[in-house]
């Protein structure tokens, strides 16, 4: 189910789906913890979602018990290219939370 929630969000970006979406992703994941596939979509979900702070919390939790995860590596690089997708009241993730990096000019 979550899977048919995630495209009707993509297709008319309705919060609700993405409720829907990421509780159904959650559901499966209580029933089968270990489960790959469920929780790199959960966090493409979140990611989807905007909800870039769970996004990434799932992301490295796929990566602590799978460290050669592609997909959980694709998305945790894309949360630190994109640090302007982050919420209100977050700060970008990959220098600490220090806020954007900056490079000097010459």
């Not at 970006?13 to 499966?28: D, F, G, L």
């Not at 590596?73 to 990959?94: D, K, N, V």
Request: aromatic content about 6%; overall charge positive; some cysteine.
């Amino acid at each position: 189910m979550g899977h048919i929630y995630e495209q009707q969000y993509e297709a008319t970006s309705s919060p609700e789906y993405a409720t829907k979406a990421i509780e159904s992703y959650k559901k499966a994941y209580a029933l089968d913890p270990k489960s790959q596939v469920i929780g790199e979509r959960l966090a493409e979900m979140y990611w989807k979602a905007q909800r870039i702070h769970d996004a990434v919390a799932e992301a490295q939790e796929i990566l602590k018990r799978d460290p050669d995860n592609v997909q959980s590596r694709r998305l945790l690089g894309g949360s630190i290219a994109e640090p302007g997708r982050c919420q209100r009241g977050q700060r970008p993730i990959g220098n600490g939370g220090k806020g954007p990096r900056t490079v000097p000019r010459d």
